[in-house]
């Protein structure tokens, strides 16, 4: 019940393409969303955060799209770029100290 | 733009060792963290600190491990006896956390911890 389920493992997606990837929760007291972008031998960065009480959240080409009653939420990114290219990780606050349980991360490759 | 710092950015050590990573979380944060990610894997909760003491801890974090707030702005994670299987990267986060404010947590680049 602790657990945050993240598909897929991988993505290719070309230049300017749209990057969809999935996450989803058992637990219905989790109530924060943040999703993490990772580049090889950095720390999670923190991308863009959902709240239960919103369906989405746009932050430029970043969207999360939540759905509560599905358990289900997920990251869209838009005009996908080379740079874009980075392992993402979903996430929910776990704790009621916040601590962050994440889900397995989804390595994106974004093609020229 | 503040930011959590660590060091060292790689450790070494033999099985047994002791170890201590340091963090210098952010200025204004209350909350802070510890995580680990073994290779290739996701990240896991280690243990959360508010108000000088452990709020919350894992599993992972058995008896071999401390975490102590040494002074007004370093955090450190202490490995008393490693073991081959404590090799991973090991991050720190702070948060802002509590009423009124965000969950955010902001991770630091991390530690490679190699154990040998």
């Known amino acids: 019940q602790q657990q945050v389920k993240q598909s897929p493992q991988s993505l290719i997606v070309q230049k300017g393409g749209i990057s969809i990837i999935n996450c989803a929760y058992e637990n219905t007291a989790f109530d924060y969303f943040p999703w993490y972008q990772q580049f090889p031998g950095k720390g999670p960065a923190l991308l863009i955060a959902?709240?239960?009480?919103?369906s989405e959240k746009k932050e430029g080409r970043f969207t999360i799209s939540f759905n509560k009653s599905a358990k289900q939420f997920s990251l869209h990114i838009m005009d996908s770029q080379p740079g874009d290219s980075a392992t993402y990780f979903c996430?929910?606050?776990?704790?009621?100290?916040?601590?962050?349980?994440f889900g397995k991360g989804t390595k994106l490759s974004v093609k020229p | 733009e503040p930011e959590v710092t660590q060091t060292p950015s790689h450790q070494v050590t033999q099985m047994g060792q002791e170890v201590i990573l340091r963090c210098v979380p952010i200025s204004n944060h209350l909350y802070f963290y510890w995580y680990r990610q073994i290779l290739g894997q996701k990240v896991e909760f280690l243990v959360s600190f508010y108000n000088n003491e452990i709020s919350e801890k894992s599993e992972i974090f058995d008896d071999q491990f401390s975490v102590e707030r040494p002074d007004g702005s370093n955090f450190t994670l202490k490995i008393r006896s490693t073991k081959l299987e404590d090799s991973a990267m090991y991050f720190c986060?702070?948060?802002?956390f509590g009423e009124g404010v965000g969950y955010e947590q902001y991770f630091g680049p991390g530690t490679r911890l190699t154990v040998t």
């Open positions: 986060a702070s948060s802002p």
């Open positions: 959902i709240r239960p009480d919103v």
């Open positions: 996430a929910a606050n776990g704790g009621s100290q916040g601590n962050l349980i």
